[in-house]
């Protein structure tokens, strides 16, 4: 066998390869997740800012590409947070925001592991309008 032979049949199985591990990869993910998609795990965060005395002034939303950073932060500055899928309230930038504008800023977090923008679409719609 040639070696342009050879590259042709591991280009395709490579391939196949590649389209196997995807859908094992996002079944794993699917099961996983399942209970986020459920809508179970975002009531926290409404409820947190429904019951909210003041309305936040700022509110992050996004992934735990959002959700990470500020979680960090917070612990590193001020120690123990709450439960890290539970964390609504971003005390460092809050601080920050209200003492570069001389005023109570409240800053809420509404971003959740592994949601899309879609599904924080659909949260801020449906419990920050208004």
Do not use: C
């Not at 399942?34 to 005395?53: L, N, P, R």
């Not at 971003?90 to 599904?119: C, P």
Request: charged fraction near 15%.
């Amino acid at each position: 066998m040639s070696a342009s032979n050879k590259s042709r049949i591991f280009k395709p199985s490579l391939f196949a390869g590649a389209i196997v591990l995807f859908l094992l990869i996002n079944s794993a993910a699917s099961f996983v997740f399942a209970k986020y998609k459920e809508g179970v795990h975002e009531d926290f965060a409404a409820e947190a800012i429904q019951k909210s005395t003041t309305k936040p002034n700022v509110v992050f939303s996004g992934s735990s590409t959002v959700l990470y950073p500020l979680y960090q932060l917070d612990w590193s500055t001020y120690g123990a947070q709450p439960a890290f899928e539970q964390y609504t309230h971003v005390h460092y930038v809050e601080d920050a925001l209200s003492q570069q504008t001389q005023r109570k800023v409240q800053v809420n977090n509404i971003s959740f592991l592994g949601f899309m923008i879609s599904d924080d679409l659909f949260i801020i719609k449906n419990y920050l309008e208004g």
